[in-house]
């Protein structure tokens, strides 16, 4: 189905939808096409904006596509739960594991950063609770 945006002579806007634009041609050729108010038969289209369909083919989506947004979703719920501490993940996790931040304001929310490979080992050993997950850009779609 296509919907136009149509117009008479007397300047009447109107919207009408056709299963394509080959039957719109050929009911307005015909005379099947008339304005609603004043029955005029002599319609143009008018200019008007694509619509863009916002709503997702579920058959279209590929296993790697679903991935792609459950990853986006993951990251979108911990950047609004939780607080970035950029590479000072490892020291910030481990002040909180050994309790050392309790004489300041302790945020009930978690964090969220980046760490080496070292500093992993080191949180592994101390018995410091933490999750890596995948990590996409907001630029991957």
């Known amino acids: 189905m296509i919907c136009y945006r149509l117009h008479c002579p007397a300047g009447h806007e109107f919207e009408g939808w056709f299963p394509s634009g080959k039957a719109y041609d050929r009911q307005r050729e ?48 911990v950047e609004a739960q939780c607080d970035n501490v950029g590479d000072r993940f490892a020291v910030e996790a481990l002040k909180r594991h050994n309790g050392q931040d309790q004489g300041e304001r302790r945020s009930e929310r978690g964090i969220y950063g980046t760490m080496s490979s070292s500093e992993r080992k080191r949180l592994e050993d101390e018995g410091v609770d933490f999750t890596p997950i995948p990590w996409i850009d907001h630029s991957d779609s």
């Open 30 to 77: 015909t005379g099947l096409v008339s304005c609603p108010r004043c029955e005029s038969t002599e319609i143009e289209k008018s200019l008007m904006a694509p619509a863009v369909s916002r709503t997702v083919d579920i058959e279209r989506i590929t296993p790697a596509d679903q991935l792609r947004m459950a990853l986006h979703a993951v990251r979108k719920e």
